[in-house]
Nanobody
Framework: QVQLVESGGGLVQAGASLRLSCAAS??????FAWFRQAPGKEREFVAG????????YYADSVKGQFTISRDNAKNTVYLQMNSLKPEDTAVYYC???????????????WGKGTLVTVSS
């Protein structure tokens, strides 16, 4: 059974930075992605990365603010979040796909999520 375990969430003030981590129990994926779900809103794509090439993809709302990266040796994907705003408050989920997709429906495995709260 594949597991994805997120960590790094917490409560921070606006303008602060956080780095989320997603550790995978094995490396058999084509794509990793971060999604988030704010209170009362639908889950949305945040950022994605190709495991083989390292190519990255971002939602327009976080371009220039968030950076996704991977550590092949640790089977871990990171999401560096800078200049956080109250509207970034959400549960952040790590997901992985065995195919070349970043769509929510194409993700094969999901983590349980980590809460990020940004106070004003």
């Amino acid at each position: 059974q594949v597991q994805l375990v997120e960590s790094g969430g917490g409560l921070v003030q606006a303008g602060a930075s956080l780095r989320l981590s997603c550790a995978a129990s094995r490396r058999t994926f084509s794509r990793f992605a971060w999604f988030r779900q704010a209170p009362g809103k639908e889950r949305e794509f945040v950022a994605g990365i190709s495991w083989s090439s390292g190519r990255t993809y971002y939602a327009d709302s976080v371009k220039g603010q968030f950076t996704i990266s991977r550590d092949n040796a640790k089977n871990t994907v990171y999401l560096q979040m800078n200049s956080l705003k109250p509207e970034d408050t959400a549960v952040y989920y790590c997901a992985a796909s065995t195919t070349a997709t970043l769509g929510m429906m194409g993700m094969d495995y999901w983590g349980k999520g980590t809460l990020v709260t940004v106070s004003s």
